[in-house]
């Protein structure tokens, strides 16, 4: 290596560890500036001076002296703060504008700027005099610089993975590396499902080479015989190939989701600053608690979250928390608390920010909703309204808040990840943001439906639920189309008019899903329900950066891709959109339907099946497990059975025994359809007496469709 490229490699390391050491030192003045007792605050000190030596040691090996001298200052302004035993206000100030400084110096490195008239060079003077005379420092002016600038909190550190053999001792690697990495494991993941595919195709192409030997005799028999049985070996080892794959994938990108994961409080550095500045500069007090921080979240997710937390952090202090005087009027502590906290339900985070301040002016917000000409409906639903572009209740423009831009950011970003927002108070108690966001970015368990003549994805978490629509389920409101439900009446839009695509040919009982986002709902009818699967997600990248309604792509297990919508942006579309009034066909005289007989306890999978048979024109009696199924079949009869194997009471293979040893249905076909893919499992299913067997993961809507007309 040249000496050009070794003095970048030793100043991207500088940068890395700079940035590293800036956030432990705003770590550590923070806790210093609480008062601890006497033994924390010798550990303090000691972190302190220990984290300012490494960075005056570091820069004096990539020769950027004037980080060599601040530090060197600092050094001996922190060993005076250790002779005192105590952090007077304006060293501690001091300190945090260092810190600032030193930032700064980082990103003008980093962007090869000049250092001369830097805020560190110009802090050198001070520093040099708070060393000689710690007690007759000047105070800091009241508005800090960094309380003024709309920054994010400096980025987390590179992630740091154990390699193997190394006995734990941890290795650098950068983000960008580990995101191409899951990009590679991903692929692996795709190429292993549609080895899956290819199995079942090698397998329908033996079924047919065995039906053409039995129509052939003498030599040409024994020859496709043996091509018969060449290809069976294939077959398994193809399969065997394709369970060694998915194997290795899912393990590899198990292991690199493990090497992407920040802990909660390290993605969020910075936060607690940033409050303690703004409050210095309002002249509150405020204090910063954060609660999950050992929480271990996806880098990506943390880093979509870092914009929408300081907003709701920055909203918290401006807007939320009063200030010492009007706080001791109303009896609170003069003190404010705003709390951080992050927790999993399922598969899903839920990060919540809160104050005890006077929390929403419901009439101001109203009032200024009513000016800017928004919908007011005059109930609690109206607090929405703040996260309106434009609508701000503050009575000026200041650095921080009146610009009415905060909540329209955090609502359109926490959007943009497939979460939700929302938001509660209780006046003169506080106010609490809830964001909503998946627990991974990269993976989704999504719905595949057809609108317009193209093929989209809809995150299953947000479908409620899949509807087979009927004349009577729709009422007319107003001019709308209105879906309803036991409860409430609920908007109905057909997909293809939200998304601006040719409409479909009317249907007797379109298929519809019920969309949720937070407490609002929507229908949504779509052409077709093809399948449920979980696919890869990718983002849409720099060139494409607002796209009406969707928030990435998905990765088909075939290799294509389907534009992934986002749900709470298609429920806001469809409140003032209307279904065209052709939404059903001119009744004509009705065909005899076939009777399938539906048994799943799962109610999404039930209800996903019951869509496809009867967008297949058969009549569907759905069931919730083995023994309702078996008795409504003694009761109202079927032509044909369609069941889970892992149900209560009566799972599917019993259910198939006691149809086969019944005189009255012994004939009837029975498709197991079930997650089961273990050679023993579809054996007993065949032993049982089942006429197909259908594994969950390579279900396919035609496959189905396809087996039952056979056996019909």
């Known amino acids: 290596m040249d000496r050009d490229r070794l003095a970048q490699a030793l100043m991207a390391t500088f940068l890395e560890e700079l940035e590293e050491h800036v956030a432990a030192l705003n770590r550590d003045l923070l806790a210093l500036e609480k008062n601890p007792a006497p033994s924390r605050f010798g550990e303090l000190m000691t972190s302190l001076l220990r984290t300012v030596h490494s960075v005056k040691g570091a820069s004096r090996a990539v020769s950027v002296g004037v980080i060599e001298m601040a530090c060197h200052r600092l ?22 504008t260092a810190a600032d400084a030193l930032d700064d110096a980082g990103r003008r490195l980093a962007q090869k700027q000049d250092m001369k008239g830097s805020p560190l060079e ?3 003077p001070r520093l040099e005099e708070a060393a000689r005379a710690p007690e007759s420092i000047r105070p800091t002016p009241p508005e800090p610089v960094r309380a003024s600038q709309p920054e994010l909190p400096p980025p987390a550190p590179p992630t740091e993975v154990s390699a193997p053999g190394a006995e734990g001792l941890p290795v650098r690697v950068s983000a960008q590396k580990l995101d191409a990495l899951l990009a590679r494991s991903g692929e692996l993941r795709v190429a292993g499902l549609r080895m899956e595919g290819r199995v079942e195709v090698m397998e329908s192409v033996r079924e047919e080479l065995h039906q053409l030997r039995l129509q052939l005799k003498g030599a040409e028999e024994a020859a496709v015989r043996r091509l018969e049985t060449r290809l069976a070996q294939l077959g398994r080892e193809l399969a065997a190939d394709r369970r060694t794959l998915l194997q290795a994938t899912s393990g590899l990108d198990e292991e690199v989701r493990r090497a992407r994961t920040l802990s909660f409080a390290e993605g969020c550095a910075g936060l607690e600053r940033t409050a303690r500045d703004l409050a210095h500069a309002a002249g509150k007090e405020v204090g910063f608690e954060m609660r999950g921080g050992a929480l271990e979240l996806d880098r990506s997710l943390l880093q979509g979250l870092r914009e929408p937390l300081l907003h709701l952090v920055r909203n918290a202090v401006a807007h939320g928390v009063e200030t010492p005087e009007e706080r001791r009027k109303t009896g609170k502590p003069e003190e404010g608390r705003v709390t951080l906290s992050a927790r999993l339900r399922g598969g899903r985070v839920q990060v919540m920010v809160e104050d005890d301040g006077r929390g929403l002016d419901l009439a101001s917000i109203r009032a200024r909703g009513r000016a800017r000409g928004l919908p ?26 009146g610009r009415g831009v905060g909540l329209d950011v955090v609502r359109s970003q ?23 966001v998946p627990l991974t970015l990269s993976t989704l368990r999504v719905l595949l439906v057809t609108a317009g003549g193209q093929t989209f994805a809809v995150a299953g978490e947000s479908v409620e639920r899949l509807l087979r629509l009927k004349p009577g389920d729709v009422r007319v409101v107003e001019g709308r189309q209105l879906w309803t439900a036991p409860q409430a009446l609920v908007p109905l ?20 899903m019920v969309l949720s986002a937070g407490e609002l709902r929507a229908v949504l009818v779509v052409d077709e329900v093809v399948a449920e699967q979980e696919v890869l997600i990718r983002g849409l990248g720099p060139r494409i950066r607002r796209a009406r309604h969707v928030t990435g792509m998905a990765v088909l297990p075939d290799g ?14 469809a409140e003032g959109r209307t279904a065209p009034t052709g939404l059903f066909p001119t009744p004509v005289e009705k065909k005899a339907r076939r009777r399938v007989l539906l048994a799943d306890d799962s109610m999404t999978t039930r209800a996903l099946e019951q869509s496809i048979l009867e967008a297949a024109g058969y009549d569907v009696l759905s069931c919730v497990d083995g023994q309702e199924a078996w008795e409504r079949l003694q009761a109202e009869g079927a032509e044909a059975i369609v069941s889970d194997v892992e149900m209560p009471r009566m799972d599917g293979f019993a259910l198939t025994e006691a149809v086969r040893g019944s005189p009255r249905f012994n004939r009837l076909p029975v498709v197991l359809v079930t997650a089961r893919s273990k050679p023993e499992d579809k054996a007993r299913g065949l032993q049982v007496g089942a006429s197909a067997y259908l594994v969950k993961s390579a279900f396919d809507q035609t496959q189905l469709l396809e087996t039952l007309r056979q056996l019909l």
């Open 75 to 96: 050094e001996e302004v922190l060993a005076a703060v250790q002779r005192l035993h105590r952090a007077p206000p304006e060293l501690m100030e001091l300190c945090f």
């Open 122 to 124: 110009a802090l050198l």
């Open 376 to 401: 007011v409906l005059e109930d609690a639903g109206d607090v929405r309204l703040i996260f309106m572009s434009g609508l701000s209740t503050a009575d000026s423009v200041t650095s921080v808040s």
């Open 414 to 436: 926490v959007e943009a990840m497939r979460g939700s927002v929302d938001v509660s108070f209780e006046p003169g108690q506080g106010t609490r943001f809830v964001l909503d």
């Open 493 to 512: 839009a057909t997909l293809s008019t939200v998304l601006g695509l040719p409409a479909s040919v009317p249907r007797a009982h379109p298929g519809a």
């Open 560 to 573: 294509r891709m389907a534009p992934l919508l986002n749900a709470p942006s298609l429920v806001r579309a």
